[in-house]
């Protein structure tokens, strides 16, 4: 998962869900800073290349099925 834990999963078909995530982060100033901060310190795990390297790898997967 791109996210991993800088982030606040939901069910995406869940309105509820959805308004108390954007909820949770928008009066939660501590939730606010864990996740930024958790946002910065993965960032250089995703760049282009490792994103091509991954989808490349996954559709090899797919094709030898």
Do not use: M, W
Not at 9 to 16: A, G, S, Y
Not at 30 to 46: E, G
Request: glycine letters at 4%; a negative charge; aromatic letters at 4%.
């Amino acid at each position: 998962e791109v996210v991993g834990d800088a982030g606040i999963f939901f069910d995406p078909v869940d309105i509820d869900a959805i308004v108390q995530s954007i909820i949770e982060i928008v009066e939660n100033t501590c939730c606010r800073k864990d996740l930024s901060a958790k946002t910065l310190a993965r960032a250089p795990q995703l760049t282009s290349r490792r994103s091509t390297e991954l989808t490349k790898a996954h559709l090899e997967r797919l094709y030898e099925s």
